[in-house]
């Protein structure tokens, strides 16, 4: 049963912007926080950004703060990340994930912590 699928992933240039969406199914529904983390080419997998789905609480990584913007949409069970001003090192695959239970918000970085994964969606930016 499929829980989290992204779209939104592109061909950008460097300045431009996307947004990339992630829609939620299943038991994915009733988790707690959403986030999104990126694995560029030959790096590994890194946190991005995470919310709780009423928004009360938000947490980025510090290379994208100011240009990203998480944001969720209960009634369309979907989470958002616009992406601004985007760089080429911002080339990679992202991915959300669904946590169920939020026992420390501060673990948000915690991949392990994540009970649901999409698939991925590229997001290439030319210089």
């Known amino acids: 049963q499929v829980q989290l699928v992204e779209s939104g992933g592109g061909l950008v240039q460097a300045g431009g912007s996307l947004r990339l969406s992630c829609a939620a199914s299943?038991?994915?529904?009733?988790?707690?926080?959403m986030a999104w983390f990126r694995q560029a080419p030959g790096k590994e997998r890194a946190f991005v950004a995470a919310t709780t789905w009423n928004g009360g609480r938000t947490a980025y990584a510090d290379s994208v703060k100011g240009r990203f913007t998480i944001s969720a949409d209960n009634a369309k069970n979907t989470v958002y990340l616009q992406m601004s001003s985007l760089k080429p090192e911002d080339t990679a695959v992202y991915s959300c994930?669904?946590?169920?239970?939020?026992?420390?918000?501060?673990?948000?970085?915690?991949?392990?912590?994540?009970?649901?994964w999409g698939q991925g969606t590229q997001v290439t930016v030319s210089s």
């Open positions: 994930a669904a946590k169920m239970i939020v026992y420390y918000w501060t673990d948000y970085e915690n991949q392990l912590g994540y009970d649901y």
């Open positions: 299943g038991r994915a529904r009733s988790s707690s926080a």
